[in-house]
Structure formats: C-alpha cells, structure tokens
C-alpha cells in the first residue's frame, strides 16, 4: 500500500480512535472519520499473537483493503484486528472488509448481480412448448 494511503502517526490514531464511527464483526473493528483524501491505520495488537502472527494479519488486511483504496468514500480508516483475526482465512478478511465498508457507507450497496454475470434463465412453464 502506498505511503500516501497509510495512516501513521499516533495523534491520526487517536482522532480516529476519538471522533470515528465504528462498526464491528466477529474478527474486525473499523472505525471511519471524516478527513481530506482517504488514508487507512491497521492495529493489531499482542493478543492477536507473535510479531509474525501479527505482521501476517497486517499484509492480509492491507491486501484485502487494496482494491477499495480509488472507490471509497474519503476519510480516515482505522482497521482493528480481533485475536480471532489469527486464525481466519484470507477470504474469510476479505469478506469482512467488505461487510464494514458497506455497513460504513464507504462503498455502495451490494448489487443484487455482479455486473459480470448473467441471470439464470428461467424454467419454461408447463404446458406451453415452443414448436
């Protein structure tokens, strides 16, 4: 993630920490205040685990945050990983990431279909069969 992206002074922690909004899941806190451009802090302390532990789930939540860094909304980001954050899956980050941006407003609503996929065709009723 690019340096003008990260967050990384305490006194840029503790506004967010102060003045945010927060919502939460299982393995993740986000905490989102208002600010000029948009720039993201990852907390991850000693109860998640080891320095190695805790330096995989920061690379996995930059990772998962990387693709919303040009589509969400501006502001100051602060992603705080629950222990529970060691043990799970890449996907299962990358799921939740997602769930707290929209419950933020930061990106849009999930479309009810990606824009990729096509709808499943529908069963032909009975009793009408084109000959």
Do not use: W
């Not at 102060?18 to 993740?28: E, M, N, Q």
């Not at 933020?104 to 069963?123: C, H, N, T, V, Y």
């Amino acid at each position: 993630m690019e340096r003008r992206y990260r967050l990384q002074k305490n006194k840029a922690f503790q506004y967010v920490y102060h003045r945010g909004k927060s919502v939460t899941c299982r393995d993740l806190v986000m905490l989102q205040a208002k600010g000029r451009g948009m720039k993201v802090g990852f907390s991850v302390s000693k109860k998640v685990g080891n320095a190695v532990t805790r330096n995989l789930v920061k690379r996995r939540l930059r990772e998962c945050f990387r693709p919303y860094l040009g589509d969400a909304k501006n502001g100051l980001y602060v992603v705080v990983a629950r222990p529970s954050a060691a043990q799970a899956s890449f996907q299962s980050l990358q799921r939740d990431v997602r769930y707290l941006l929209r419950k933020l407003g930061a990106i849009p609503p999930k479309d009810k279909q990606p824009s990729g996929e096509k709808s499943p065709q529908a069963p032909a009723a009975k009793g009408s069969s084109a000959q």
